[in-house]
């Protein structure tokens, strides 16, 4: 069957449909933003490429391939597990599986998340396997920055992009998967990854992200709060997302230049991951007051 994530489906359908003709290229790479759904449309390629009665719409669900990849027990089926790094001895056990004739009679594949992972040896290692595949063998491999790939894996690759997502299906999508209703910047705020606007909002945390935004917007028009927002804004994973959004919408909004507020964000951005300690809680002051100062007296349109 096909996912129930509305904007996969269309190239879900035409993988799966070049997969039962037989026309699949043996490497694929699933690209886009986290949150998009890479790995649920890899675990479904790879249960149809494993079905004995695949579908149009996907695998049977019923044979036994089928029965054995529901319950994560198909041999001829390996999931790399990824922590900080892929390591070459991961890379050896996928050349070993892909040597060895499948265990019930069809295909063999691999699926390798978080791909820009591997190791500089784990990646020359691959390339040894995307040459040669043997037959019936297939590797999907997902990444959310394609651009940290070694140019020789992406040129054995046929790649296919799942750009971000902000429709009105896409926003629609996430309604009616939220007993809440769905703050206006959240798909926005996400990346047009709507996995990732669920699970903000399931988590409780789009609430905090709504009540952060408030209060930066105020601080930049007040200046009032530096203390309280600073410390608020320190612990937040998303602060980069936050700031960036509420530039574009109050550079829009006044018909400002971005360009220098966005490469004062992109410099913290980079600094913010060299300094430690109190060091960087004074980075995020001494940005906070900048941009104020840039946007004083350019008020906030609700």
């Not at 089926?77 to 009679?105: C, F, K, M, W, Y």
Request: net charge neutral; proline share 6%.
């Amino acid at each position: 069957m096909t996912t129930s994530l509305p904007w996969l489906q269309q190239t879900e359908l035409r993988l799966f449909e070049l997969a039962i003709s037989q026309q699949l290229h043996h490497a694929i790479l699933l690209t886009g933003p986290v949150g998009i759904g890479k790995h649920i449309l890899a675990k479904q390629l790879a249960h149809l490429l494993l079905c004995q009665n695949p579908l149009a719409e996907g695998a049977c669900g019923r044979c036994k391939s089928c029965l054995l990849g529901a319950a994560g027990h198909h041999p001829d089926l390996l999931t790399l597990e990824v922590g900080s790094s892929i390591s070459v001895d991961q890379i050896r056990d996928i050349s070993h599986l892909l040597q060895n004739a499948p265990q019930q009679g069809g295909s063999r594949v691999v699926v390798i998340p978080q791909a820009e992972k591997m190791t500089e040896s784990a990646a020359n290692a691959l390339l040894k396997t995307l040459e040669e595949p043997g037959q019936s063998s297939y590797l999907i491999l997902q990444t959310a920055y394609a651009g940290q790939l070694m140019p020789t894996i992406l040129s054995r690759c046929q790649r296919w992009d799942l750009p971000a997502q902000y429709s009105s299906q896409t926003a629609q999508w996430l309604q009616q998967h939220s007993p809440d209703p769905v703050p206006d910047f959240l798909l926005e705020l996400s990346g047009g990854a709507p996995l990732k606007a669920l699970e903000l909002l399931q988590s409780g945390e789009a609430l905090t992200l709504a009540a952060q935004l408030q209060q930066l917007q105020q601080f930049l028009q007040s200046g009032n709060g530096l203390s309280t927002l600073q410390k608020q804004l320190e612990a937040q994973p998303e602060l980069p997302a936050l700031l960036y959004y509420t530039l574009r919408h109050w550079s829009i909004q006044q018909a400002l230049p971005p360009v220098q507020l966005f490469q004062r964000v992109a410099q913290w951005c980079r600094d913010e991951q060299r300094i430690l300690g109190q060091n960087k809680s004074l980075a995020l002051t001494t940005l906070l007051l900048d941009l104020q100062q840039m946007l004083r007296g350019t008020p906030w349109k609700n």
